[in-house]
């Protein structure tokens, strides 16, 4: 063909390429009009490999996290009438149970609060506070009431919202001081606001006297129960790994004074253990259907999840 017609060849031969893309796109004329890519070409190349299950990011609920405890309706009573005012009051008679191991309840109070009551005669809208906390120490089955004034007419509280308060362990310490024990005298030791320094450590007559003083924080200074409600612990750890328990002791918000006997033991390290972080908290609950008049409530608050107010 060159030979025949030199010229036109000549001419087209630089046109070669551009005919060439021109055809390719004339044979894929028969995909989608829109342009965009068929079913099994968007499979193929959008699909990704699933992750792995370390990679997946999972948002975790709110009440995964919540400490759970129960409250249980017991009983209903009266704490007394007033005639002239057409008024009574109406105690509520509960029981609480703790069910957090790990952030663990040790003071309530024995008094619940009201925070709304519905009977069948009006609405009364309580206020909210704190209790006083008492000296209960088993949360497994701890009682406490709710009072409230209520209409003399009233027959039944459809829904009463309350909160308990209580105090709550949310971190436990332990300080060590390490044999020898001259040598520690007057060694401080701190966390969370407490400074306990080391003042004496005796050993005579196969005992061993052990005193600290103790700098409380702002929150809990002055207070005379101080470590009958942080469960105060100490321990004397011996050279042959046994676990010695103080025989006698004293203790203050500003001191503190064990006695152990060592039974012919070396020991090595003198151990306080107690409660340093406390909160006060009140844990909602709800009860509903209670009759006053007697008969069987209708329905008991199980299993509440604790939320702060």
């Given amino acids: 063909m060159p030979g025949k017609y030199p010229a036109l060849y000549r001419m087209l031969f630089p046109l070669a390429p551009v005919m060439a893309v021109i055809a390719l796109t004339l044979i894929d004329v028969g995909g989608p009009v829109s342009g965009a890519p068929d079913e099994k070409s968007a499979s193929r190349h959008c699909a990704m490999p699933p992750l792995a299950p370390c990679c997946q990011a999972v948002i975790p609920s709110r009440q995964a996290y919540a400490p759970k405890y129960s409250v249980k309706f017991i009983n209903v009573g009266s704490g007394g009438v007033d005639y002239d005012a057409g008024g009574m009051i109406v105690v509520v008679y509960c029981s609480f149970a703790d069910q957090c ?35 209960i120490h088993e949360f497994k089955d701890a009682r406490f009431s709710v009072q409230a004034r209520v209409p003399l007419e009233t027959k039944a509280v459809n829904m009463l919202n309350g909160a308990v308060t209580v105090l709550r362990a949310r971190e436990r310490s332990t300080l ?5 024990f001259s040598a520690q005298i007057g060694s401080k030791r701190s966390v969370n606001g407490f400074d306990l320094t080391l003042t004496k450590c005796e050993i005579a007559n196969d005992t061993l006297l052990a005193e600290w003083n103790c700098k409380a924080p702002v929150d809990a200074a002055g207070d005379e129960k101080l470590w009958q409600t942080r469960q105060l612990k100490a321990t004397l750890v011996c050279s042959d790994k046994s676990v010695l328990n103080p025989e006698v002791g004293k203790e203050s918000p500003a001191a503190i004074r064990r006695v152990f006997h060592l039974s012919h033991k070396f020991p090595t390290t003198l151990e306080l253990n107690f409660i340093s972080d406390l909160k006060m908290e009140n844990l909602p609950f709800t009860l509903t259907g209670i009759s006053i008049d007697g008969s069987a409530p209708k329905k008991r608050a199980e299993g509440v999840l604790g939320e702060n107010f």
């Fill in 101 to 135: 191991a790990e952030q663990p309840i040790v003071g309530m109070a024995e008094l619940g609060l009201v925070t709304r009551l519905q009977t069948d005669a009006e609405v009364i809208e309580g206020a909210p506070g704190f209790g006083v906390i008492s000296d």
């Fill in 176 to 180: 060590a001081w390490r044999e020898p």
